[in-house]
């Protein structure tokens, strides 16, 4: 299969795009994951927002979306670009991102009245059916861990608790496994 050879997928919206690739093909699930959505901050480089039209247009470019090659030539065109406010490409910017280490953190039993606080902070609901907790999660930096769970002891439980995290690389995020 012509992933076998790969050092690393990239796709525009991996938390779909693995999802669906490990349940039709198991290699994917050995190989790391980049999102050139979500791992490219895109806001500051003058880009607003992460719709793959988005970023086309903004580098000059349009393409017959959502058909699969298409969309794959349109993002190779971009990761090559260097990036607005940046001295390399979006391929450099996304795969420095990529090798970062990060951590899910787990906002259980939170008060639903704060649930859009949550939301707002970019944390995502899990109904438990995966076997993951039922709870609200967000995936943040190595660097951004000690901030976040700052943040829920302070503004969501308003207590000192200990809050459920695990670590996060590119051979697990954004895969269902996690």
């Not at 796709?11 to 290699?27: Q, S, T, V």
């Not at 670009?81 to 951590?103: C, F, I, M, N």
Request: net charge positive; hydrophobic share 40%; aromatic share 12%.
């Amino acid at each position: 299969m012509f992933a076998a050879e790969s050092n690393i997928v990239i796709a525009h919206n991996a938390g779909f795009d693995r999802r669906f690739a490990e349940r039709f093909w198991p290699i994917f699930q050995q190989k790391p994951w980049a999102c050139s959505a979500t791992q490219i901050d895109w806001r500051r480089h003058k880009i607003t927002g992460a719709k793959l039209d988005y970023i086309l247009a903004a580098f000059g470019y349009f393409h017959d979306a959502h058909r699969a090659t298409d969309d794959c030539h349109a993002l190779v065109a971009i990761l090559r670009r260097t990036l607005p406010h940046a001295q390399s490409s979006g391929l450099s910017a996304l795969l420095a991102e990529a090798r970062k280490d990060g951590h899910r953190v787990w906002a259980e039993s939170s008060p639903y009245e704060l649930k859009n606080t949550l939301k707002k902070r970019g944390y995502r609901w899990s109904d438990g059916s995966d076997g993951t907790p039922k709870a609200w999660y967000v995936d943040v930096a190595e660097d951004s861990l000690i901030q976040e769970l700052n943040f829920l002891r302070d503004e969501i439980y308003q207590r000192n608790v200990e809050i459920p995290t695990r670590p996060v690389t590119a051979w697990e995020r954004f895969s269902a496994r996690l």
